[in-house]
């Protein structure tokens, strides 16, 4: 026989207490948004941690993200230009294919990813590719065709002991020591 405490527990007959599972708890967005989405080389906090998911859940996530971009978004424009239509669309149909979506309140795993790691137009880089040759900071980029000539490099002059007296040296005159007076 199960009876009821004015507690609110549920107990049996015998004086046991009937625990009931506890419902899946929701998580809340958090006050800001981790900028690594699953790997963090230096050991801050992902995306993935705060959402509380595996990597393989994590990566099922993304594969839903990355279709849905390519359903519903305009990857030449940023997250912020995207139609309110597309926007809604986009979140609607993530939220409807993942399972996990009542997970969370509102949507905030799915509009963080795509905001800050979704293949839009925001996440590509900014400045031309380098070209070899050119200047930096420079859009037309054009190779010099003049020819710079490497540094005249200077070789250390090597130290030999002699023992006795020192050759003399080509090109140079010779020292007082060496002329005809000295030697006599």
């Not at 046991?16 to 800001?32: C, G, K, M």
């Not at 925001?122 to 037309?140: C, D, L, M, V």
């Not at 000539?149 to 020192?166: D, L, N």
Request: with cysteine.
């Amino acid at each position: 026989m199960i009876m009821s405490c004015m507690s609110g527990a549920v107990t049996h007959t015998l004086g046991e207490a009937l625990v009931a599972p506890d419902p899946p708890s929701v998580i809340n967005r958090p006050r800001q948004i981790a900028q690594a989405a699953s790997i963090s080389r230096n050991g801050h906090n992902t995306l993935r941690d705060q959402m509380n998911l595996t990597v393989d859940e994590f990566n099922e996530f993304v594969d839903l993200i990355d279709e849905s971009t390519d359903l519903h978004l305009d990857v030449s424009l940023p997250w912020k230009q995207q139609s309110p239509g597309s926007k809604t669309a986009h979140i609607n149909w993530v939220a409807r294919e993942w399972g996990l979506a009542s997970n969370y309140t509102g949507n905030w795993p799915i509009e963080a990813y795509t905001i800050k790691h979704a293949k839009l137009a925001s996440r590509q880089a900014s400045t031309p590719k380098y070209i070899p040759g050119g200047k930096k900071g420079s859009p037309q980029r054009k190779s010099h065709s003049t020819r710079v000539s490497p540094a005249k490099i200077t070789r250390p002059k090597s130290r030999m002991i002699y023992v006795g007296r020192r050759p003399p040296v080509l090109g140079r005159a010779p020292s007082r020591s060496l002329t005809p007076e000295a030697i006599l």
